[in-house]
């Protein structure tokens, strides 16, 4: 999936200015960081793109078409396309694993033969094939982040978008968690990562957009 | 969504919007998802949801049950007034009487007249038979049910008219109530007829009080069904926020609002299926406690009268409505609450 921010701004209704003239461009296939102090806007600009905010100027362009032209009963269809990982996981303590990583292939009507088949398969991906009985609480925060991540991608989404997903980890998870994202855009999913990690971002060696107080002040190679 | 300021306004040279023009009015590619209607998955995935939402009323029992026991009171009383009501109609139904239309003639006329108006009368289809009661029969009769024998006999001439009494083809019953008062008003129409009376003013109370008692099972109605629309309301309100986390996380994943709904929507179409059913049973159980001594009553005044209670038909009905009532609670409190759950 193709991603273009034109002159994007975002004010809230409390008048903070949370983004302001943001531009950047995002080929498909393309993997890239967000990076900025908490603030600057990172979670504001992932969420106008998965369309729980909607821009107050400018335009977002996704595989060319303007998001704005997007009636609210088509947003659910464009969700069912992005993939989205959260720091604090947004999973459900009430199912198992398996349920949790099968919501995304239940709500888009897939048939039950094929949901098992690609959830085991996620699973598989991101390592915790054994536990799919599980109940997410019983797992440690790396395993929990990773079903995030399963039920992120067992769409098939062609936009993988993570906020802070390795927020409350340890080093060493934390590279085991973007070697999985590094993974997903080799085989063609457009990854963003929002991520305050700097020396985790340096060491991935992909493009970094930096904002900072709402404007983009680096778009370029790792620095 | 907040108000966002105008694009037009940003500072930004025409020329560059200009080429941006064209792009933005097109939509992003959907051709990967537009997925065609299929009406079997569509069908298994309504029963899955059916299935789950017995699941989650079974979850809490205890709320569950509680409300199920609200509605089917709820339910039960105007159910039971109707049984009540249909039961005294049928008796009234099985009542029949002799009627007798008395017609008071002018005092002025003489016997010949009044006996040729009878023999027209007692002509019609409609009427049985016409028995004449002269002047003297009247006063002769009226002297002995008053005891006011000397003032009646003081009096220099006789006060009292001829009267026909006509007995019309139809007994009394509340359905031929209409007939015979417009058979009264055609016969109250003669010229010699002064006064026409039915002698039905004990049905005729009767069957405005049934009027009333009807209206009454309307109004009560009405407002026990308005009472379910709320208890159903309520209680899937509080289910749509106990879910508050599981809506947010569908509506992240890309639910459509009609498929966050439909499990709400279940829930209560189950509570109103389930509590009409507990009503109909509680009405059959009264039914079935009270028809004792009630038959005692009837053997009393020897009748062939039979209690009923609901029949089948009208516990299929019962269910209906209710689970109408049901769903539309729930379809009330979900619109309102699913919208008001938004991401953040």
């Known amino acids: 999936m193709e991603i273009e921010f034109q002159r994007v701004g975002k004010k809230y209704d409390s008048g903070q200015e949370a983004l302001s003239q943001v531009s950047f461009h995002l080929?498909?296939?393309?993997?890239?960081?967000?990076?900025?102090?908490?603030?600057?806007?990172k979670s504001t600009l992932l969420k106008l793109m998965m369309m729980i905010e909607r821009q107050s100027s400018g335009n977002i362009l996704?595989?060319?078409?303007?998001?704005?032209?997007?009636?609210?009963?088509?947003?659910?269809?464009?969700?069912?396309r992005v993939g989205v990982v959260f720091q604090n996981h947004q999973l459900l303590f009430d199912r198992s694993v398996f349920h949790n990583v099968a919501l995304p292939l239940q709500v888009s009507g897939a048939d039950h033969a094929q949901i098992g088949k690609r959830v085991r398969a996620a699973l598989d991906k991101v390592g915790l094939l054994?536990?799919?009985?599980?109940?997410?609480?019983?797992?440690?925060?790396g395993e929990q982040q990773r079903i995030g991540?399963?039920?992120?991608?067992?769409?098939k989404p062609q936009l993988l978008l993570a906020d802070e997903p390795t927020g409350n980890l340890d080093p060493k998870l934390s590279a085991e968690i973007m070697n999985l994202f590094q993974e997903f855009n080799h085989v063609g999913v457009t990854v963003l990562v929002a991520s305050h990690d700097l020396a985790l971002v340096a060491r991935m060696r992909h493009r970094v957009l930096t904002l900072n107080q709402g404007r983009m002040v680096n778009d370029g190679g790792f620095s | 969504m907040s108000a966002r300021p105008n694009t037009n306004k940003a500072p930004q040279r025409g020329a560059t919007r200009q080429a941006n023009q064209p792009v933005n009015t097109q939509k992003p590619n959907q051709k990967a998802k537009r997925q065609p209607f299929n009406l079997s998955q569509h069908l298994r995935q309504?029963?899955?949801?059916?299935?789950?939402?017995?699941?989650?009323?079974?979850?809490?029992?205890?709320?569950?049950?509680?409300?199920?026991m609200v509605i089917a009171i709820a339910l039960s009383l105007p159910g039971g007034l109707y049984v009540m009501l249909k039961n005294v109609q049928s008796v009234t139904d099985q009542w029949e009487q002799q009627s007798v239309i008395s017609l008071y003639l002018f005092s002025e006329l003489e016997d010949t007249q009044a006996l040729a108006l009878s023999h027209q009368i007692s002509a019609r289809d409609d009427v049985r038979s016409v028995s004449y009661v002269s002047k003297e029969e009247g006063l002769r009769y009226f002297e002995q049910v008053s005891g006011y024998e000397q003032i009646l006999s003081s009096l220099p001439e006789n006060p009292l008219p001829i009267v026909l009494q006509v007995i019309p083809m139809e007994t009394v019953q509340l359905d031929t109530l209409d007939i015979l008062e417009s058979l009264r008003i055609e016969l109250e129409e003669q010229e010699q007829v002064e006064y026409a009376e039915l002698d039905a003013q004990w049905l005729q109370r009767l069957a405005s009080f049934l009027s009333?008692?009807?209206?009454?099972?309307?109004?009560?109605?009405?407002?026990?069904?308005?009472?379910?629309?709320?208890?159903?309301?309520?209680?899937?309100?509080?289910?749509?926020?106990?879910?508050?986390?599981?809506?947010?996380?569908m509506k992240l994943v890309g639910a459509t609002d009609a498929y966050i709904r439909r499990p709400f929507l279940y829930m209560g179409f189950w509570f109103g299926v389930l509590g009409g059913l507990c009503a109909c049973i509680c009405i059959l159980a009264v039914s079935f406690w009270v028809s004792g001594p009630a038959m005692q009553l009837i053997d009393l005044y020897h009748s062939d009268f039979q209690l009923t209670s609901f029949s089948a038909s009208e516990v299929v009905v019962c269910l209906t409505i209710?689970?109408?009532?049901g769903t539309?609670?729930?379809?009330?409190?979900?619109?309102?609450?699913?919208?008001?759950?938004e991401l953040q």
Not at chain 1, 27 to 41: D, K, R
Not at chain 2, 218 to 235: D, P
């Open chain 1, 27 to 41: 080929q498909q296939g393309e993997m890239a960081f967000l990076t900025g102090h908490s603030g600057a806007g």
């Open chain 1, 62 to 80: 996704v595989d060319g078409g303007d998001l704005r032209n997007l009636s609210k009963k088509m947003v659910p269809e464009h969700r069912r």
């Open chain 1, 130 to 141: 054994g536990k799919e009985k599980y109940n997410p609480m019983a797992l440690s925060g």
């Open chain 2, 328 to 341: 539309l609670g729930a379809w009330i409190a979900v619109n309102k609450h699913i919208s008001d759950i």
């Open chain 2, 46 to 68: 309504h029963q899955a949801v059916l299935m789950e939402s017995v699941v989650r009323l079974m979850n809490y029992p205890m709320a569950s049950f509680m409300t199920l």
């Open chain 2, 322 to 325: 209710s689970a109408i009532i």
């Open chain 2, 212 to 249: 009333f008692g009807e209206r009454f099972v309307y109004a009560l109605s009405s407002l026990l069904v308005i009472a379910v629309l709320l208890i159903v309301g309520n209680t899937i309100r509080m289910a749509v926020e106990s879910r508050r986390d599981e809506v947010l996380v």
């Open chain 1, 149 to 155: 991540i399963a039920r992120a991608v067992v769409n």
